[in-house]
């Protein structure tokens, strides 16, 4: 029996699965290691222009394809266009950049001054991703002992919208400085709904190869065997 038999590739087809492991074409997975490398957090590289709705749709198809604790896919993805309400934002974010910049000091103050950390008006649309805890509640198969499983599920369909914009030739910037109670008044959010991230979406002049705050002295990628450890964590 073949590999490919070994693990149900052609029953798995003809029972409407798609064939794994050696049945899938190593080609898609070179493509797909080539996105993870290419997708970047973008804040200086938008052009403004606009976006083909069946692109946008087929993006948020992919990130509403991400898995979910309980299934209980409790993102909602609200597109902000409104010149008035991104500038606003804006205005917020910068005052939270102020608050941050005056807890650094000395080389990181010097070198966090002439990062750019937003690209929100230069974007040609913001994505607000948001947290709804009550749905499918209130048995959420899977989340009795961690109560983040469902803001884990939220950051999947973030990230499979960011390798789906990736893929399409666009650019994404996650924005994060910003107070929930703040997005929550900007947006008519609810309460109980928490928003997870305020993306800044469109098309960019080109994805950079290196991360910005690689670029600029930040902090760079740590090595792969840092972060990788058998059988047990590491002693501190
Ligand atoms: C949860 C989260 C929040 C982030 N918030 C910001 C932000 O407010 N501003 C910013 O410029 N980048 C933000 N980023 C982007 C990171 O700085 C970026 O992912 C990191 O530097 C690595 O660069 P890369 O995404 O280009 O590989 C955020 C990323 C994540 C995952």
Redesign the pocket.
């Known amino acids: 029996m073949s590999p490919r038999q070994d693990r149900g590739g052609p029953q798995a087809e003809t029972s409407g699965g798609h064939a794994t492991g050696d049945a899938f074409p190593g080609e898609v997975a070179d493509l797909f290691y080539a996105l993870c490398g290419r997708?970047?957090?973008v804040?200086g590289q938008f052009t403004g222009e606009p976006v083909d709705d069946a692109v946008l749709r087929r993006i948020l198809g992919a990130a509403h394809a991400a898995p979910s604790v309980g299934m209980s896919q409790p993102w909602d993805f609200v597109l902000v266009r409104d010149r008035d309400t991104r500038e606003a934002f804006r205005e917020h974010v910068a005052t939270e950049r102020d608050t941050f910049a005056r807890e650094l000091s000395g080389e990181d103050a010097a070198t966090f001054s002439k990062i750019?950390?937003?690209g929100i008006l230069e974007s040609t649309l913001s994505v607000v991703v948001t947290y709804d805890p009550d749905r499918g509640s209130p048995a959420v198969l899977g989340r009795h002992a961690i109560a983040d499983a469902g803001l884990y599920s939220v950051c999947l369909a973030i990230q499979n919208l960011w390798l789906a914009a990736t893929a399409e030739g666009l650019g994404v910037?996650?924005?994060?400085?910003y107070r929930e109670p703040v997005l929550r008044e900007l947006l008519g959010i609810p309460e109980r709904v928490r928003p997870v991230?305020w993306l800044c979406l469109g098309p960019v002049t080109h994805l950079e190869q290196t991360?910005?705050?690689e670029r600029h002295g930040w902090r760079t990628r740590l090595p792969l065997d840092a972060v990788v450890h058998a059988e047990r964590y590491p002693d501190s």
Do not use: H, M, N, T
């Open positions: 997708r970047r957090d804040r750019k950390i937003e910037g996650w924005v994060s400085f991230a991360p910005d705050l």
